[in-house]
């Protein structure tokens, strides 16, 4: 009796949780969809007086439409259905990208073997005759089933890789790789995002499909599948294909060709390509095959509640007692077989599509416990994922100046494993942009991102070159600089600074040093002579904050202490030409103004507006208007801040990405590639985990300006520092030389003393334990 009760509470707990959301099923095909729905209609005609059932089965069933199976995995990790029934390889994707997990597998044997997972062997298969030499296979043509599937994918192409048919001549483009080791292929998802960002794959992967409309290429491809790539192969389109060994066995079986698809395939014609080169007869796949393959999986959300999962698990063993090959209502359906025709179509068409919803080899379902994506697949899976994941270039290292900066790169790190993008990157810590830019040239590290006033520096005094750079929307690679007060300082201009505050983003900078220095001798606030310029600037402003003005790497003197007085930073962080100071910066420049440090600030276009009106989360922005303050221009007006057109101080090429001049083409096309693939991921600064273009609410501008919108390749003929930054620019640069008596071609004053590195690193590793 106790034991009657206890079902009794189980069934009820399972019927409400069926109660609370509908179960959606996606499917990628018309026929697959067709079976979907006569499942449905079998599923509520069977609940109909049965009360058990009702409370196993879910109410509310749906059959979600997709045209392939990436759509449905982002579809399920958003939460517009829930189920699909993935190959082994595909489902270890959806784990990676899509936060999914598998909660059934296939089985293919009448009863479990202990202790041992269901599987199949990856095989490749040619028609008989055809001669084909392992190190000529350029000239072959192939039918793939699907970019990612286990069978038809990672392991031969693993295979190949490792046996040096195919060579990766680039990171992160392993279809670019295969598409040179073939003619003419189908490569079904071949054009999704994930395996082509940049829209540039080859047209020649997609060339022997023949999907319609939205199906062209995408796995739901005629040519798609482990059955539509047998039958691109039989159907004389292509000359090799990548199958599960049990995929030739089902298409030439007596019950497929002896129905209304007019189809008729014999086992006799076609032989089995070992990676020997050797061809066998079709049924010796136990001794001529690419691997051991896991059996498909039933995957879902891994955030579904665990009640939630226990009951798509029992619902989907449900079915199988139902229209199992032993179950009671298998004469009215069949779980595991794909029909030519449904009751419920009403176009009563005639489906041509095997493996619709499961394999039609499948026996049987099994709960796969405590199984992850991961551990399913296997180490030899994970070892041929490593071989096409083989990257021609060493770790690359980003040289960074903060300890938040190198948070930050650490955090990209993980993101950029997370998407498995190579070749792998490394995070050094060298404590300012000079001691970086040695490394670089010393090949200590590989890169940085640099503002313009430094790559200047970098490329007169190390020969570093540009290699890509950042763009703030209009795709013009710069920005202006422009003078921003607050709207009831009224009486202020860019012609009567005597007195004033000043708030300057940092020496060295254009938009903090170049740009403002060229405007004050313009406008003749002081008139500046040999050595002057530091003495000039403190007698003009009563006090201001410009970080790193006390550097004696730009400073000799270390004088006027007025140029650092308005800066907000405490202890070793004042004045730090770096995040340290929180007035670091564009915005760092900004919120000195917001925040009272000063009456000037001298910024880029798009600050005022990027650090207003809610755009900002951080505490000092919140509640600030945009409409309280007002350009500087220099006529003598003052306009609102999105009339920078009309009114800034100069333009500045934006922040560059730099190298080595010694790096080959290769090296750069790689560093830029890792970069490209990295931002097609990252640049958004709303979804993900990880933003590439935004630095949080305690920091700004770390490692790249948070204003950027993406990273721009620049062009070769203008990767070296004078083309980049162009002769106007750099003409303001060299006319401040004389007055600032630093040598721009000496690295003598560059590095600080022992103790002030000593003391900066003590700083930055007493903030990470903080």
Known sequence: ??????????????????????????????????????????????????NTLSKLLPQEFECIRSYDVFTCMEMIESDQADLINLDSGLGYFAGRQHNMMPIMAESYATAPVASQRPTYYAVAMVKVGEDVKMEELNKKTVCFSGIGMGAGWVYPVGTLL??????????????????????????PG????????????????CKLCTGQNEEFCTTSDRYGGYDGAFKCVADGNGQITFLRHDTIELMTSPEYNNN??????????????????????????????????????????????QDVVKGYKDFLLTLQELFGPEGRLKSNFQLFKSEVQYPTDLFRQTLTRRNLLFSDTTKRL??????????????????????????????????????A?????????????????????????????????????????????????DIYIAGRRYGLVPLAAEDYGDMKMKFKVVAAARKTDKSTTL????????????????????IPLNIYIETEQFLPSDCTIFRNIGELFSRSCIPGALDLEYNPKGRPINLCEGCAAGGYRKCQRNSEEQYYGATGSFRCLVENGGDVAFVRHLT?????????????????????????????????????????????????????????????????????????????????????????????????????????????????????????FIAQIENLHRYTCVNPDSASALSPSLTSLALATFGTLLLAFL
């Open 608 to 728: 005022v507006r990027d650090n207003t009106d809610g755009r900002n989360h951080a505490i000092w922005a919140r509640n600030r208007r945009s409409d309280d303050y007002e350009l500087l221009c220099k006529d003598g007006r003052r306009l609102n801040v999105d009339r920078f057109n009309e009114c800034h101080l100069g333009e500045v090429p934006s922040n560059a990405i730099v190298t080595s001049a010694s790096k080959s083409a290769a090296q750069k096309e790689i560093m830029w590639n890792v970069l490209n693939y990295g931002q097609q991921f990252f640049s958004s600064d709303i979804d993900g985990d990880f933003h590439m273009f935004d630095s949080g609410l305690w920091y700004s501008d770390l490692i790249f300006n948070d204003a950027a919108v993406r990273l721009m390749k620049i062009s070769d003929h203008k990767q070296n520092y004078r083309d980049w930054l162009g002769e106007s």
């Open 260 to 305: 209304k698809t007019g189809t008729g395939y014999s086992a006799d014609n076609f032989r089995l390509l070992c990676p020997d080169g050797s061809q066998v007869a079709v049924t010796e796949y136990a001794t001529c095959n690419f691997g051991e393959v896991a059996a498909n999986v039933m995957m879902t959300s891994a955030v579904r509640e």
């Open 162 to 187: 490792k046996q040096n048919y195919i060579s990766v001549v680039s990171c992160n483009s392993i279809v670019k790789a295969v598409s040179i080791a073939f003619s003419e292929m189908c490569l």
């Open 366 to 403: 099994q709960d796969m416990g405590q199984e992850t994506y991961y551990s399913w697949v296997g180490e030899k899976f994970s070892s041929y994922l490593n071989e096409m994941n083989r990257c021609p270039s060493e770790v690359i290292r980003w040289c960074v100046v903060s300890m």
């Open 405 to 453: 900066e190198k948070l930050k790169c650490e955090d990209m790190i993980m993101a950029f494993k997370a998407k498995e993008l190579q070749p792998e990157m490394d995070c050094l810590y060298g404590g300012n942009t000079s001691n970086c830019m040695e490394m670089i040239w010393r090949g200590d590290a590989d890169l940085i991102n640099l503002d313009a006033g």
């Open 495 to 514: 012609f009567n600074m005597k007195g004033k505050r000043s708030c300057q983003p940092g020496i060295g900078r254009g938009d903090g040093w170049i």
């Open 1 to 50: 009796m106790a034991r009657l009760i206890q079902i009794f509470l189980v069934v009820c707990f399972l019927g409400s949780t069926h109660a609370a959301r509908s179960t959606r099923w996606c499917v990628t095909s018309t026929d697959e969809e067709i079976k979907c729905n006569e499942l449905k209609a079998q599923m509520k005609t069977a609940i109909e007086g049965n």
């Open 190 to 205: 071949a054009l999704t995002s994930f395996y082509n960002p940049f829209g540039n794959n080859p047209t020649s992967v």
